[in-house]
């Protein structure tokens, strides 16, 4: 007798744990934790420019961004980091006027090597300065057209492998160079990130938390298909944007039995968006979870001071609090307020600071879940088809066009 089946019993948590470490010696990001940072911070050490930017877009810029952005203010960096990844002709100019271009060594980040936008920038900043192995950097796959570029142009160039995708590669040169150019320890980075690492194929903490959320996600997602992201520091603006990329482009996908998946991402920040999405959250559609996350020491102590305002006194209780207290009692409010509801999912996640080794350990978890939810999804969490298909659209169009004007 001969049988075939379409049917896609729930998996245990042994099951998606199992398929995720065969996964692992194929899926290059789980390995990014162990690599060897010598010739990236050797190469950092060489630079003279006080300027670096970055031409890429998306997965290429988001990761990176995400991290510098969150330690900017609390580390003394050496250079400054700029990121040019919108074709928007006004963001170009305003961006470029107050850099001095002589000054500045460009890292062109594609991992095909032929993304429009990084090439359309590139070409532009060309116009504008000699780009060659004197102030340009490239990081792509080692057979792209941009890697031939860089080769035949004596430009320095460092690999993205082939296994390991865009929106998962900021613990790879993508993310590890310019972070370690502009001062940011990348050892310290890796490290947050294998504590995850261990933890999860370890079996403990990280395991049980990510089995356990994604599990929910997946299982509710016809109820609850809105994740909602509310970090509560604004130095977390680039990670949510990085969030947003991550589970969107990830998890929206036709499953093995043809049935469209997705779960929504949202990232707002606290307290700025308890006066305007929360009541969205509070009184709204019962169709979203909701994450908090906060940061436990900000290692900085400003504080309200005592200044007596006519017609204030009845707000003196909020003098003399640091600003990082209040920040965190926000955060308490809020998510006692929604606990209170009794119907919407809701998980806190507390980074212990503002440092390398806590941002690198949460964007490691988040990569980890997307991974997880694929599983239980039946998803392929590292290709990207709707996106491609927009691609090779634009491409016709603009080929069309050129023709048109010949």
Known sequence: ????????????????????VKEKDYVGYYNLVFSDTSEYKEYAK?????????????????GTYAIYK????????????????????IDIKSKLENIDLEDTLFIVISKSGTTIETISIFKYIHSLVTCDKNNTLVITENDS???????????????IAKNVGGRFSVFSAVGLVPLAIVGIDIDALLLGAKDIHDSFFNKTKTYERVLKKARFFVEYKNNFNIN??????????????????????????????????????????????????????????????????????????????????????????????????????????????????????????????????????????????????????????????GVEAGKSILKQKLKAAKNTQK
């Open 145 to 159: 057209k941009l890697h031939e570029y860089a080769k035949i142009n004596s430009i320095k160039s460092f690999d």
């Open 46 to 62: 060489s630079l003279k420019q006080k300027n670096i930017i970055i031409i890429g877009i998306g997965g290429s810029t988001l």
């Open 228 to 385: 909602v992201v509310f970090s509560y520091s604004s130095r977390l603006d680039g990670f949510n944007q990085w969030y947003i990329q991550l589970w969107g482009e990830s998890l929206g996908k036709v499953d093995i039995n043809s049935t469209r998946q997705g779960l929504t991402p949202i990232g707002i920040i606290g307290p700025i968006d308890q006066h305007s999405f929360l009541q969205l959250i509070v009184e709204g559609r019962r169709d979203k979870t909701v994450t908090v996350i906060k940061v436990h020491d900000f290692y900085n102590h400003l504080k309200i001071p005592h200044i007596k305002l006519d017609g204030f006194e009845e707000l003196d209780y909020i003098d003399s609090i640091e600003f990082s207290a209040l920040i965190n009692k926000q955060a308490d409010a809020t998510i006692e307020s929604i606990n209170n509801l009794n119907d919407i999912p809701c998980d806190v996640l507390t980074i212990d600071s503002i440092s390398e080794k806590s941002i690198a350990s949460l964007m490691y978890e988040y990569e980890l879940l997307t991974s997880v939810c694929a599983k239980f999804m039946h998803i392929n969490a590292y290709d990207q088809p």
């Open 70 to 89: 969150f330690l900017k203010h609390s580390k003394k960096l050496s250079k400054k980091l700029f990121f040019l990844e919108t074709t928007d002709p």
């Open 1 to 20: 007798m001969n049988y075939q089946h379409n049917f896609n019993p729930a998996l245990s948590d042994e099951d998606i744990f199992n398929q995720i």
